[in-house]
């Protein structure tokens, strides 16, 4: 997923870029990452303008409440012309992922947080995958799982595993996703992984997901910081050596 804004972010301190402190708690105020006219939602009828083309909802009873599916099509679509987006249960943060590679994330209103310790937060995640070498009108498919995001507040990182991941079903198990973000401005984590690249940085050891180019960007939201959303975007190997792309969004409580 790329974020202009998101340049630079290694190396900027991240109690320095916060918009603030209250009685040692950082204050963080409202911020959009990513390119707001790319994916414009209208909450009047509940679809997204992804640059010029109405996407529906998809109204898929097995998503988590907080998170929807759409798309400018009859399914199956392709993994490029869908929208995926999750909005915390507070409203107060919303993730969407507008394509393959883009995403779009959002804090409404200010966080004042204390940003000291390790804080776990608790959620859901809802992703969508297709194989690369599959032909153009092939469906993209829905992935569900778990998200555990752990605050690392002193070592300025985030942690982000995305687990018990399957199909809508729940038949077909999925690897496990980790993922490390690092804190920048404002109460926002972002990291891009090199192929062949681990989250702790040493190479991958299995064919998994040897091919790489894996994403993760959240905010902390909430009155409190209480909430927290992102998005993910990786690519892998599975099975014959096919290739595989899956975006997806998580939110997650504390």
Do not use: W
């Not at 992804?50 to 907080?66: A, C, K, M, Q």
Request: aromatic residues 12%.
């Amino acid at each position: 997923m790329h974020f202009g804004t998101l340049a630079g972010f290694a190396g900027i301190s991240f109690l320095a870029a916060c918009g603030g402190s209250s009685n040692g708690a950082e204050v963080f105020t409202p911020q959009t990452i990513g390119l707001p006219a790319a994916a414009v939602y209208n909450e009047g009828n509940d679809t997204v303008n992804r640059s010029g083309f109405i996407h529906v909802n998809t109204n898929h009873s097995f998503l988590p409440d907080e998170i929807d599916t759409y798309s400018d099509s009859t399914e199956p679509f392709p993994l490029s012309e869908f929208v995926i987006r999750g909005v915390t249960p507070s409203g107060s943060g919303i993730a969407t992922a507008y394509s393959e590679t883009e995403s779009l994330i959002e804090r409404i209103g200010t966080t004042t947080m204390q940003t000291t310790g390790t804080v776990r937060y608790d959620g859901r995640y809802a992703g969508l995958y297709a194989s690369q070498s599959a032909t153009i009108g092939t469906g993209a498919a829905h992935v569900l799982g778990d998200a555990v995001i752990t605050a690392a507040f002193d070592d300025s990182l985030v942690f982000v595993t995305i687990e018990n991941r399957t199909d809508f079903e729940g038949t077909v198990s999925h690897f496990d996703l980790f993922l490390r973000g690092d804190l920048g401005a404002n109460g926002s984590f972002s990291r891009a992984y090199d192929a062949g690249q681990n989250a702790d940085g040493s190479l991958f050891g299995q064919n998994i997901v040897r091919e790489g180019e894996r994403e993760v960007n959240g905010i902390f939201t909430g009155a409190t910081g209480e909430e927290v959303v992102g998005t993910v975007s990786f690519k892998y190997v599975h099975g014959a050596n096919s290739i595989y792309r899956e975006s997806g969004v998580f939110f997650a409580e504390r």
